[in-house]
């Protein structure tokens, strides 16, 4: 029996639930595709608003909705404004035949006129308000024309204000239309949308003005309804501004509806306010603002009708599915959904970022191998085919019109074949010239020897150069095939580097906070970005302290016993005025740190030392010292040992492991010069966290470790960097601890003190003698041996590195705080 099976059995019931619940889910998932399909898809949704737009009143005779809404669907829209047409004369009907009749002409007139003159537009959008708020203008003059015979100031004002909320609906209708008729929207909601989306929300709810349901008004129920839907989602700022907008176009709409206004906004207010006890407790706001407003405004007697109406409002909330208002609250900005949407899009455009650079890496990964792969197949049979290629040009010339070329080729192919291959070897490797013993045996084979020894030497001269082209070739190959590696595996790190999402520490953030102002140091904000350990980051905008140093002092030592890790500032932006803020970046302390001290002297007593130096300070929790020598002395020699530091320092930085690196710029400055100039590299690198040293010896001096009484020599056997363009670099580890000390020297150092027959001894004993640890008095007093040992005379360039291991000891002790639990 299985284990699917064996679960089935155990657990039947819950089998049963879970299937019952999918097929519901599935039902549901069903239910809402036809709904949408057919109130979006079929244009029903926009019937409807046509209809109660069209019966929408201002101020009870206006009616400024039924053209901006029919223009602003037939551009957005233009195969559903035959409905919305249909809605409109519809919903005017319900107010007179006059009113449909003028809304059905008037919209004939735009249609003619916008037809017309559409081919001159270059932008439809930005002309259609112009357009609409002209011809409703010019139809409503027409209309009180036609019924009154002139045109009074009165009229003419009310003619203008139509006019103008005309170009304004317009203007909504166009932002909030496309919500309507969008089957699958996915961008957000800009504020300017949500705006346009209450205003015409609101407006279409004035066409329910007059209807009654026992005695209950609808205008008053959906409009409840509506700032309880936004004040739940959204909170109270956006609940009171859906309550006053919605307000105030029902006043407009209606001066009798003037009170509902304040009610409304209070609702708003008070339901966003109460919004984390759930619909309850928004349901509750709703009833306080009612039994407020209508004790306040409108006497006992009505109070009982604003109770049953927000009653009515309530149960339509409660019956809301959770499913309407999290899809509506995805598009509102300020929501946890809204927030939530923002945060799956982010990590989305990461995973194809990632994707992306990982497709590259992959793709310099193949071209790495290919390269490689080039190279291991032109070696397998280059060598025969080299000389077979050169053979077949030597018999060309001197064989192919020889008397005895059947005898020597045909018959005894073998024979002459081994017997030239031996002539070829001896003059390749003895400069043109051939042994006695060979030249013997060629020429009782042979018939015209010299003339085959002079074709020899000439193709000799050619297939060399050759050669030394196809080693230049390989050679550029295989420094392309390194390059493309490290850079691939530069490139993956990356991605995978943009795939480590942001975790939040919303709560830790607050705790910090709550802990350092209950200390009595005011900050302003906090941002944490990890507290990994070993790598925690935080930043804090600190108020200006006119450079008493709080953050260093108080705030960096309150952190360490918060987060259980010595925390340094490491960044740091002052204020420039008294009431600005500092904004300070704080950082794990490494375990360790470096102290470094160097001494150098160039060929006597000159200005420029062939030598050079450098410290890298990788951001990988690493540190590096480095010393160069270029071969000879002078301004070549410094160049070259410069140029060769700085190529490194780059591409270290990049990421590119170390090896790599040393590959590249070995491969570099072979390939770069045809001069025989030449570097030698004495690289250590440190891990502060650790004290783990690697070093890196190409063609130099050992170095040493002084710890007490005790020396380690560091050393390896490659040559310098240009000679060989295929060498493996040989890394030495070794573990350092607190209080060594690391020497590192350039050759002129080492190989400097005259009459001494073991540099290592002679060394060993200088360092056991120095009575200082301190890095720069030790390198200097080294400096100072080996000049004085030559008399005072310096004959090669001399570079002494000396570098000191101690604790991170940190400069302020912690103060105890609250302690921050870190979550997993």
């Known amino acids: 029996m299985g284990k699917v099976e064996q679960e089935l059995i155990e657990s039947p019931g819950e089998v049963n639930f879970q299937t019952t619940e999918m097929a519901f889910q599935k039902i549901m998932r069903k239910i809402q595709f036809q709904l949408e399909s057919f109130f979006i898809r079929k244009g029903i949704l926009l019937l409807m608003i046509g209809f109660l737009l069209g019966r929408a009143l201002i101020l009870a005779k206006l009616t400024p909705f039924s053209l901006p809404f029919f223009a602003s669907v037939y551009v957005i829209k233009k195969d559903r404004a035959p409905l919305a047409l249909i809605g409109l004369i519809t919903g005017a009907a319900t107010l007179s035949l006059a009113n449909a009749a003028f809304t059905f002409t008037i919209t004939i007139f735009f249609l003619i006129v916008f037809r017309i003159?559409?081919?001159?537009?270059?932008?439809?959008?930005?002309?259609?308000?112009?357009?609409?708020?002209?011809?409703?203008?010019?139809?409503k003059w027409a209309e009180s024309f036609i019924l009154f015979h002139q045109l009074t100031i009165y009229n003419g004002m009310m003619v203008g204000v139509q006019a103008c909320l005309a170009f304004i609906l317009t203007l909504i209708f166009l932002q909030s239309i496309p919500l309507f008729t969008l089957y699958k929207r996915r961008q957000l909601l800009k504020t300017e949308e949500i705006v346009c989306l209450i205003i015409m929300?609101?407006?279409?709810?004035?066409?329910?003005?007059?209807?009654?349901?026992?005695?209950?008004?609808?205008?008053h129920i959906l409009a409840r309804y509506l700032v309880m839907i936004f004040a739940f989602i959204a909170g109270a700022t956006v609940g009171s501004t859906v309550g006053v907008v919605t307000g105030l176009i029902f006043t407009l709409a209606s001066i009798s509806s003037f009170y509902h206004m304040s009610l409304l906004a209070f609702t708003g207010v008070l339901g966003g306010l109460l919004k984390e006890g759930k619909k309850v407790g928004v349901s509750f706001g709703l009833l306080i603002a009612t039994l407020l407003i209508g004790m306040y405004g409108e006497g006992g007697g009505s109070v009982k009708l604003m109770l049953l109406e927000s009653a009515a409002a309530i149960g339509l909330f409660l019956l809301t599915p959770r499913a309407l208002t999290s899809r509506l609250a995805k598009y509102i900005p300020g929501t946890p959904e809204y927030t939530a949407e923002q945060q799956k899009y982010m990590r989305k455009m990461r995973d194809v970022t990632a994707h992306r650079v990982s497709q590259f890496s992959s793709v310099f990964d193949a071209?790495?191998?290919?390269?490689?792969?080039?190279?291991?197949?032109?070696?397998?049979?280059?060598?025969?085919?080299?000389?077979?290629?050169?053979m077949g040009n030597v018999t060309a010339k001197t064989c192919q019109n020889c008397f005895k070329k059947e005898q020597c080729w045909a018959k005894n192919f073998a024979t002459t074949y081994t017997a030239m291959e031996e002539v070829i070897h001896e003059m390749d490797q003895n400069d043109g010239s051939i042994s006695l013993r060979v030249s013997r045996e060629w020429e009782k084979l042979c018939s015209r020897p010299k003339k085959v020894y002079d074709t020899i030497s000439q193709e000799l001269t050619f297939f060399q150069a050759s050669k030394k082209l196809k080693r230049k070739v390989h050679e550029s190959r295989k420094l392309v095939a390194d390059q493309l590696m490290g850079v691939s595996e530069v490139m993956d790190n990356f991605a995978k580097e943009i795939q480590r999402e942001r975790e939040n520490y919303y709560k830790q953030e607050e705790q910090i906070i709550e802990a350092i102002q209950g200390f009595g140091i005011h900050i302003e904000q906090v941002e944490i970005y990890s507290l990994e350990p070993g790598n925690i980051d935080i930043e804090m905008a600190v108020p200006f302290c006119n450079g008493h140093g709080e953050c260093e002092k108080l705030i960096a030592p309150m952190?360490?016993?918060?987060?259980?890790?010595?925390?340094?500032?490491?960044?740091?932006?002052?204020?420039?005025?008294?009431?600005?803020?500092?904004?300070?970046?704080?950082?794990?302390?490494?375990?360790?740190?470096?102290?470094?001290?160097?001494?150098?002297?160039?060929?006597?007593?000159?200005?420029?030392?062939?030598?050079?130096?450098?410290?890298?300070?990788?951001?990988?929790?690493?540190?590096?010292?480095?010393?160069?020598?270029?071969?000879?002395?002078?301004?070549?020699?410094?160049?070259?040992?410069?140029?060769?530091?700085?190529?490194?320092?780059?591409?270290?930085?990049?990421?590119?492991?170390?090896?790599?690196?040393?590959?590249?710029?070995?491969?570099?400055?072979?390939?770069?010069?045809?001069?025989?100039?030449?570097?030698?590299?004495?690289?250590?690198?440190?891990d502060l966290q650790t004290a783990a040293a690697k070093f890196l010896k190409i063609g130099s001096t050992p170095s040493f470790i002084k710890r007490g009484h005790k020396i380690i020599k560091i050393q390896a056997s490659n040559l310098p960097m240009g000679i060989l363009q295929e060498f493996e670099v040989d890394v030495v580890a070794e573990q350092l601890k607190a209080g060594?000390?690391?020497?590192?020297?350039?050759d002129g150092v080492f190989e400097g003190p005259k009459h001494v027959e073991n540099y290592d001894v002679w060394m060993k004993r200088k360092l056991l003698e120095l009575e200082t640890d301190d890095p720069q008095e030790v390198a200097d007093l080294i400096l100072e041996e080996v000049i004085r040992s030559r008399a005072d005379m310096i004959d090669d360039d001399m570079t002494v590195a000396v570098a000191k291991i101690k604790h991170n000891t940190p400069k302020w002790a912690s103060i105890p705080v609250q302690k921050l639990r870190r979550q997993a």
């Open 117 to 139: 003159s559409q081919k001159w537009l270059k932008n439809e959008m930005k002309a259609l308000p112009f357009y609409v708020a002209a011809i409703l203008g010019v139809g």
């Open 367 to 390: 071209l790495s191998k290919s390269f490689s792969q080039m190279e291991l197949l032109s070696k397998e049979d280059e060598g025969q085919r080299e000389l077979d290629y050169f």
């Open 201 to 219: 929300l609101a407006s279409i709810m004035t066409g329910t003005i007059g209807w009654k349901l026992y005695d209950l008004s609808i205008e």
């Open 740 to 746: 060594d000390l690391l020497i590192m020297m350039s």
């Open 559 to 686: 952190l360490t016993d918060i987060l259980g890790e010595t925390i340094v500032v490491k960044k740091e932006e002052c204020a420039s005025h008294s009431g600005g803020f500092c904004q300070t970046t704080f950082r794990s302390s490494k375990a360790f740190v470096v102290e470094t001290g160097f001494a150098h002297a160039a060929k006597d007593g000159g200005l420029i030392s062939g030598d050079s130096y450098s410290t890298i300070e990788l951001g990988f929790g690493k540190y590096a010292l480095a010393i160069s020598d270029g071969m000879g002395n002078g301004e070549r020699a410094h160049y070259e040992s410069k140029e060769t530091l700085q190529l490194l320092q780059k591409i270290l930085q990049s990421g590119i492991e170390e090896k790599v690196a040393i590959k590249s710029v070995n491969s570099i400055l072979s390939l770069r010069t045809t001069d025989e100039i030449f570097s030698t590299l004495d690289l250590a690198m440190i």
